[in-house]
């Protein structure tokens, strides 16, 4: 397994591991820990009193598993309210790109309002691990998470719930903050809620959208994931997301659905 999905080439190039690969091609990148990378390059860019609320994270195609550049531009800057985006060229093509709300937090705002549509799940205790065995062959991906299911997720069509604990940083000797390790865990959603067998169909996310009234404060996230499908080749993904302490928001991805090309 590698250390980190990315190595920090310079001061905006990154070179990606194959804890990054796509399970859809192995030469391709996993749009979870490519959102975390852009997602990390602009919260640099913040105050210590300001949090990201909403992400939209748009994939302009297939992201090559090969160095790029990050560029991270101010679209609305602001005291209390600011949109910032950040964009993933591979190249000399952009491949992705998030937009992100970022709210100045204040003190005296001090309730706490939560409303789960369910209790929060347990953390089960570790098991053996297999986070998606439909697909035909192996990927460094799910081996750079931690996977403990509550339910469904064990190669069987259906809503599935599973805690997911990021086992190795973003960026190498990088510590990865919270949102980023909600980001590279958030574009399986998915994957774990399929509704089609993963070796006959592709079901790829062209989008990620994020919307959080907090970050997660410890290590651990929960994806209550569904998905749900047109029957004319268009799907939608909707999860809920908690961490140990409640519920943070939720990850939303439209879904292009479609037969695998059968192997020569």
């Known amino acids: 397994m590698s250390d980190s999905f990315y190595r920090r080439l310079g001061p905006s190039a990154f070179e990606p591991s194959r804890a990054t690969e796509s399970p859809w091609d192995q030469s ?11 997602l990390g390059e602009i919260e640099k860019t913040l105050s210590g009193q300001s949090r990201i609320t909403g992400a939209q994270i748009d994939f302009f195609g297939a ?3 090969t160095a790029g550049t990050v560029e991270v531009r101010t679209l609305r800057p602001g005291r209390r309210v600011r949109l910032d ?12 790109e998030a937009r992100c709300w970022s709210m100045a937090t204040s003190t005296g705002a001090d309730k706490r309002v939560e409303h789960p549509t369910v209790s929060l799940p347990a953390l089960p205790p ?5 986070p998606f065995p439909g697909f035909p062959h192996a990927w ?8 403990r299911p509550v339910h469904g997720n064990s190669g069987q069509p259906g809503p599935a719930a599973v805690w997911t604990r990021v086992r190795v940083p973003v960026v190498e000797g990088e510590v990865a903050s919270p949102l980023q ?8 959603a998915n994957g774990i809620s399929s509704e089609l067998a993963l070796d006959s169909f592709l079901f790829v996310p062209t989008a990620l959208q994020l919307s959080l009234h907090r970050h997660p ?4 996230v929960l994806l209550d994931a569904r998905t749900s499908l047109s029957g004319d080749g268009i799907g939608t993904t909707v999860a809920d997301l908690w961490d140990l302490t409640g519920t ?10 479609q037969p695998r090309t059968p192997a020569p």
């Open 140 to 147: 460094h991906y799910p081996h750079a998470i931690e996977w």
């Open 248 to 257: 943070l928001g939720t990850a939303t991805q439209p879904l292009l659905v």
């Open 217 to 220: 404060v410890d290590d651990w």
């Open 28 to 38: 391709l990148q996993h749009g979870g820990p490519s959102a975390a990378l852009l």
């Open 63 to 65: 992201i090559p598993r």
């Open 85 to 96: 985006a950040a964009t993933l060229t591979i190249g000399g093509r952009v491949v992705a």
């Open 126 to 130: 570790p098991g053996p691990e297999q």
């Open 181 to 188: 390790r909600l980001a590279v865990v958030a574009d399986s």
